[in-house]
Each structure stands twice: as structure tokens, then as C-alpha cells.
DNA sequence: GACCAGGCACATC
DNA sequence: GATGTGCATGGT
């Protein structure tokens, strides 16, 4: 079978069986880009409770979080780990909104996404994942978010190979699908989801798996 | 108590 | 360029 058709059987087969995500989780951009880092080597429940605290510090906000002392952001968002080292991402992101968006991330929105995604990862504390999660989830550009879930996945469908790098199972995605921001959106979603319900690192298989192996044969 | 969670930067070879 | 290590909390 095709590489795109297994591709499209797998998407049919994990929507079929979670629904859609609505994804991803933060009510505006800037929390999408906040949660990004936050999430970072993280369980998600961590970073709920981080994001929270901002929320009640009213510190969701670029300019907040550039004027606050960095033991206080370090304290806020502590549950979600890394506090010392995240408190300064943060920061860094702020920096860079203010330099290059006059502080409203959204400004970003009429960039080239390949250019400003080289942009962002400048930013020190922004890799790849968090960087085309920002494009994807922020900014609602068509960029596909390749996490470690992604690669294990994958992998357990012989779609890519086991030493293949980030830039390669991304193309694995961007080279035979529509570059079609909401369906990427949606597809690593499911993808998350999947793994996370199901396709623990220890077991060898999963039900979505079972799923899909059943559809390519 | 070990292991894991939607990574990344930096040092060293 | 590959490989190793520090960063840190909270749930299972």
C-alpha cells in the first residue's frame, strides 16, 4: 500500500476512534505559545497547573512577563518543571515578541512560515518541536509538529525508519499530505492522543495500532 | 522507589 | 556528527 493512502487510513482510524481533538488546549495564541514550552519533556496536567498560575498572577501576557522578576515567573510555573530554566524561555520568547511583533504574537501571522520559523529557532530554549508548534497551533500555519510519540508511532508502522531524524519523519507527513494547516493540526493531535491512551513506550503494540495494521491488510 | 511525561542546550569525544 | 548529561515537578 502507498505511503499516502497508509497515512490516510491511520488519520481515519484514530479519528474513528477518539473524535476530533480541538486542539490545542489555551484560549489565545500567546497561551498556545506559552504552553509549548511549558509542555516540554512534561506531562500536560504539570502545565495546566503552571498556565493556572499565570492566569491568576495575570502574567499570560508578553509584557508581563518580560517586567517580572525571574525567581517570581520561576515560582508561577513551577509544577510544570525545569522552573529555572523555563522561566528564562519564557522570557525569551517576550524578547522576541517585542522585537519582531511589537509584543502581539499574532502580528506574526502575515510572515513566510519557513522564514519565521528559522527566526524562532533562534530563540534560545525553542528547538524544533516547540518551534513548529507555535507555526501550527499559534499561528494556524501548515506545519507539521513531529513530537517523540510521532517517531514511535511510526516507526511501530514501518512508515519511517528507526534513526530517522526530526526533519525526515517531517517530510514523511509534509511530502504526502495537503499542506492544509487544520488537518496537520489535527492529525498530530490524534497522534498525541493515541499515544498517550494507549501506546505506552514499554508495549510493543497498541489498540490504534491493531487498528491500522488491520486496515493494511 | 523507579519510571515517565507533547525537549533543549551544551560539553565532550 | 554522535553521544551523554543536566534540568525538576507530579502522577502511576
Known amino acids: 500500500m502507498k505511503t499516502v493512502t497508509r497515512l490516510q487510513r491511520l488519520y481515519e482510524a484514530m479519528l474513528e ?4 481533538s480541538h486542539w490545542w488546549p489555551g484560549d489565545t495564541p500567546f ?24 492566569k491568576q498572577d495575570n502574567a499570560l501576557d508578553p509584557a508581563a512577563i518580560l517586567d517580572m522578576p525571574p525567581d517570581h ?15 528564562n524561555k519564557l522570557k525569551n520568547l517576550a524578547i522576541f ?3 519582531e511583533a511589537d509584543m502581539v504574537i499574532e502580528n506574526l501571522r502575515d510572515r513566510d512560515p519557513q522564514e519565521l520559523r528559522a527566526k524562532i529557532l533562534t530563540i534560545n530554549g525553542v528547538g524544533p518541536e516547540t518551534a513548529d508548534s507555535i507555526l501550527n497551533y499559534a499561528l494556524e500555519m501548515p506545519v ?3 513530537d517523540t510519540y510521532t517517531g514511535r508511532i511510526m516507526q511501530r508502522h514501518g512508515l519511517i525508519s528507526e534513526d530517522c531524524s526530526y ?15 487544520a488537518l496537520f493540526n489535527e ?18 503494540r497498541c489498540e490504534s495500532c491493531h487498528l491500522a495494521y488491520d486496515l493494511e491488510n
Request: net charge neutral.
Open 187 to 204: 492529525f498530530h493531535a490524534l497522534i498525541v492522543r493515541t499515544a498517550k491512551d494507549w501506546c505506552k513506550k514499554t508495549s510493543p
Open 31 to 54: 497561551e498556545i505559545a506559552v504552553g509549548a514550552i511549558l509542555t516540554q519533556n512534561t506531562n500536560w496536567k504539570n502545565v495546566e497547573s503552571a498556565i493556572q498560575n499565570l
Open 97 to 99: 515578541l517585542r522585537d
Open 167 to 181: 526533519h525526515e519523519l517531517q517530510n514523511l507527513f509534509t511530502d504526502n499530505l495537503e499542506p492544509d494547516p
Open 144 to 146: 507539521f509538529v513531529v
Open 17 to 20: 476512534a477518539l473524535g476530533p
Open 73 to 87: 515567573l520561576g515560582e508561577l510555573i513551577r509544577p510544570s518543571g525545569y522552573f529555572r530554566m523555563k522561566a
